[in-house]
């Protein structure tokens, strides 16, 4: 069996969640040995922690084997370089 994966799954804002939920699901239905980890970014961020990328957000992506990643509308995109 093949080692689990972390990835770090970023749904991203508007049409762009819809899609990465389709494509998540495509990929759950192919039983990979994949750990889903959610980091709080974007809009929701802004909303709960007052920024779209948080500290905790980026740990989380750079402690994963890999990003999936939708797209961002233009409100949440504005971050300043880490």
């Known amino acids: 069996m093949a080692a689990l994966k972390r990835v770090a799954a970023i749904p991203g804002e508007g049409a762009a969640a819809e899609a990465f939920a389709a494509a998540v699901s495509i990929l759950e239905g192919l039983s ?22 948080p500290l905790e957000a980026k740990a989380v992506i750079d402690d994963s084997d890999a990003a999936l990643f939708g797209a961002t509308s233009g409100a949440s995109a504005a971050t300043p370089s880490l």
Do not use: N
């Open 32 to 53: 990979l040995p994949i750990e889903w980890l959610h980091p709080l970014v974007g809009e929701a961020a802004v909303e709960q922690v007052g920024e779209p990328f």
